[in-house]
């Protein structure tokens, strides 16, 4: 019997002699931000009042003036172009999740017919592009004949350079709006968002008598959850390679049951794609700090260090594309999928969150004494009655059909928001609520008794670690676990810093009304913290996400429980769910609608996709080889010794009802993919999609899979789990 291609390229892989190693060896230091056109390089390149301006734009967000602006592009293409860039591009996040760039040359032929060569680069260029807006989604606020878009420079994100091809192009982060001025991007949401939790945190801060902060940060440090595959198997899957996961695949006779890959050696070629990923990502002053086996095989993550909120989006989205370059070039494929592969490990992203003020200091610290720091405590009420409050917008910030398949798993918080505290941080919201004094535990005098004479006394963290909460405060932050791999990590922190800067400013009201009123802050504080820990306890939850136990109690408390990405966005129009972006100006209602919209198209076309993969694969790649596996069966039971022989029929047997199961499957899959294309709306086609669709999809699987472990693994003809997560 002849083999498949892919037996032969996994005899290619296995005769593999030649491991790559890193290609530079540079060292971090020296290149640490070489490529971006940071505040360091303006302030050597600027005017002084120029750069003073500039500085003071984005510490504070005035309007830059235009002619500060041709000074400063004057200085930007003069620097790109020593480095060796010939473009520029106006590099922006539509809604369609990824990011979006048109390049324009830096030097053009001069329009005059003779030899000169014109250096175009003004302030007006710098500020403002027009692309096309009629092909990104809208959500209805562009229509096709309404091509008009602006990219508007976002001066908080430096500008830095990235080699493209052969040639170098200058990169300028920049939001994008319609031509009403209504955002069509992430990042107009996100700077919105920030401008509000800093100015309703700057009011709590003012109450506390602090007059020297004139902003407060939003930061994030996302850690990135991704797997590496051999790009010869990947080349082999379509299903990869359209959709990001395997839509057919049985389970590898060995997975993540020993857990030896978590924190397990890195091998030679992974380490080698991991140095060359980190040397760009330092060029780009992207701080890598952390890179580990993930548990499942095949499955890795990097983490970086805590940036302020927008450049932490703009550099994980850079993350995700440079993964993705660098893989190819080792001969891998960098799958950044949420469950790529069926009973494995999904990989998600880990948003950690703080707030911290422009003196230095983070807001979320408990200090020592947590139980004596007023001010912290105060910010803590405000991330707890965010979450209780809002927990709908929350669950909004990480839809997805990707997501779906890993929200809730074993490996993933479940779609119920909920807060996890730790021990001493809950007794003392108890002890709060309940008015009693609570136990003055400090977290600098807890000592770990280890029972070896040889170790050093360890002092004991204030919480423990709960890997099943999709929201946990971890020392001096909360990490928003339920963020998809695959995702913008804008959604996340859009819904997270509109929802705390509901709260603050709720917090802020009272606390302003209550002392203009002669109340002493201490006792308005007190009897704030006593009402909002009482209010919002229910939020609180330090146990197993996992168990089935909690779904009832969650329910108990009146938390909503959103298991998929269609019960979650039919919430999105709810006024109440509206009101959380629209009180500060964050997204307009018509903008919020066209969100839904964008968001259920985009889960239709994600299952559609994955609906016509399954026929078209089902037809034209599984069925043949099981056809042809059981007519030379068939022949063979039929001649000789083996006619009439028992277990050679059952085995044929099982075969043709797969088979024939697996047609039946198909069939069905045809008709009402068919009906599903006639529903006009986006909502019911959603809807229908989940219902109708999925379980089809799942069952088709079923056969498929079955088939995989019954047919000679000769004839197989689609790469297999054992080989695409374990040959690296």
């Known amino acids: 019997m002849p083999l498949t291609l892919r037996n032969?390229?996994?005899?290619?892989?296995?005769?593999?002699?030649?491991?790559?190693?890193?290609?530079?060896?540079?060292?971090?230091?020296?290149?640490?931000?070489?490529?971006?056109?940071?505040?360091k390089v303006m302030h050597e390149r600027l005017p002084k009042n120029v750069y003073s301006r500039l500085e003071q734009s984005v510490a504070g967000g005035e309007r830059l003036q235009e002619s500060d602006a041709d000074v400063v592009a004057g200085a930007m293409r003069d620097w790109a172009i020593e480095r060796g860039a010939t473009h520029y591009t106006h590099w922006f996040q539509p809604l369609t999740g990824a990011t979006a760039e048109k390049h324009d040359a830096f030097l053009t032929p001069s329009p005059f017919g003779d030899e000169r060569i014109i250096s175009e680069f003004s302030g007006k260029m710098l500020i403002k592009g027009e692309p096309d807006a009629s092909s990104f989604p809208s959500g209805g606020i562009r229509s096709t004949f309404e091509a008009r878009g602006y990219t508007v420079w976002d001066p908080t994100s430096p500008a830095f350079i990235i080699a493209t091809g052969s040639g170098k192009t200058l990169y300028i982060p920049c939001i994008f709006l319609s031509y009403t001025g209504e955002s069509l991007d992430?990042?107009?949401?996100?700077?919105?968002?920030?401008?509000?939790?800093?100015?309703?945190?700057?009011?709590?801060?003012?109450?506390?008598?602090?007059?020297?902060?004139?902003?407060?940060?939003?930061?994030?440090?996302?850690?990135?959850?991704?797997?590496?595959?051999?790009?010869?198997?990947y080349n082999l899957r379509t299903d990869l390679m359209l959709c990001g996961r395997t839509v057919f695949g049985a389970r590898p006779c060995k997975g993540q049951e020993l857990e030896d890959q978590y924190f397990g050696a890195i091998s030679r070629r992974v380490i080698a794609f991991m140095t060359d990923v980190e040397e760009r990502m330092f060029a780009l002053g992207i701080p890598a700090r952390t890179r580990h086996n993930e548990v499942a095989p095949g499955q890795y993550e990097i983490a970086p260090m805590f940036e302020t909120a927008n450049l932490a989006v703009d550099h994980n989205m850079l993350t995700m594309q440079i993964m993705c370059e660098t893989a190819a070039e080792h001969g891998f494929a960098c799958l950044l999928h949420e469950k790529p592969f069926a009973g494995i490990n999904g990989s998600g992203k880990h948003n950690n969150w703080s707030l911290c003020d422009s003196d230095g200091n983070n807001l979320l610290d408990p200090g020592n004494t947590p139980l004596d720091n007023a001010q912290f405590l105060v910010f803590l009420a405000a991330v707890l009655r965010a979450v209780h409050?809002?927990?709908?917008?929350?669950?909004?910030?990480?839809?997805?059909?990707?997501?779906?398949?890993?929200?809730?798993?074993?490996?993933?918080?479940?779609?119920?928001?909920?807060?996890?505290?730790?021990?001493?941080?809950?007794?003392?919201?108890?002890?709060?609520?309940?008015?009693?004094?609570?136990?003055?535990?400090?977290?600098?005098?807890?000592?770990?008794?280890?029972?070896?004479?040889?170790?050093?006394?360890?002092?004991?963290d204030s919480t423990d670690r709960n890997r099943t909460s999709p929201f946990a405060f971890t020392g001096n932050k909360f990490e928003f676990r339920a963020v998809g791999a695959s995702q913008s990590i804008a959604p996340a922190n859009i819904a997270l810093s509109a929802a705390v800067a509901n709260a603050l400013d709720d917090i802020a009201t009272e606390l302003e009304t209550e002392i203009a009123g002669g109340v002493p802050l201490n006792s308005a504080v007190q009897a704030l913290l006593a009402r909002l820990f009482k209010e919002h306890k229910p939020i609180i939850f330090n146990g197993n996400g996992y168990a089935e136990e909690w779904q009832g109690e969650a329910e108990r408390r009146g938390l909503p429980n959103l298991?998929?990405?269609?019960?979650?966005?039919?919430?999105?129009?709810?006024?109440?769910?509206?009101?959380?972006?629209?009180?500060?100006?964050?997204?307009?209602?018509?903008?919020?609608?066209?969100?839904?919209?964008?968001?259920?198209?985009n889960y239709v076309k994600d299952v559609h996709v994955e609906t016509k993969l399954v026929q078209v694969m089902g037809r034209s790649v599984i069925l043949p080889a099981a056809f042809k596996f059981a007519a030379e069966i068939s022949t063979y039971a039929a001649g000789g010794k083996q006619s009439g022989n028992p277990a050679l029929s059952r085995y044929l047997s099982d075969i043709s009802g797969k088979i024939e199961g697996l047609l039946k499957t198909l069939d069905a899959i045809d008709a009402k993919h068919t009906e599903l294309d006639e529903i006009e709306e986006f909502m019911d086609k959603a809807v229908a999609a989940r219902d109708q669709l999925l379980p089809l999809l799942i069952e088709c699987r079923e056969y498929v899979d079955a088939l995989e472990g019954m047919l000679d693994d000769a004839v197989w003809p689609l790469p297999k789990y054992n080989e695409m997560l374990w040959q690296h």
């Open 563 to 601: 298991k998929d990405t269609v019960s979650a966005v039919q919430r999105y129009s709810d006024p109440d769910v509206m009101d959380v972006f629209r009180r500060h100006g964050i997204l307009s209602e018509r903008e919020l609608l066209a969100r839904q919209e964008v968001l259920l198209e």
């Open 389 to 460: 409050k809002h927990s709908v917008a929350l669950r909004l910030g990480v839809v997805g059909a990707g997501n779906d398949h890993r929200l809730g798993a074993n490996e993933a918080p479940p779609a119920i928001l909920s807060v996890f505290l730790g021990e001493q941080l809950t007794e003392i919201v108890e002890a709060l609520s309940e008015g009693r004094p609570g136990k003055a535990g400090s977290t600098g005098g807890m000592i770990m008794e280890v029972g070896v004479s040889s170790l050093p006394k360890l002092p004991k």
């Open 186 to 233: 992430s990042k107009t949401p996100l700077l919105r968002a920030l401008d509000a939790v800093s100015g309703q945190a700057l009011r709590v801060l003012r109450v506390f008598g602090n007059a020297t902060a004139y902003k407060v940060n939003a930061m994030v440090g996302s850690e990135q959850e991704y797997f590496l595959i051999d790009r010869r198997y």
């Open 8 to 39: 032969t390229v996994r005899a290619s892989i296995a005769a593999d002699t030649v491991k790559p190693v890193s290609k530079t060896g540079a060292v971090p230091s020296e290149i640490f931000g070489c490529n971006v056109f940071s505040m």
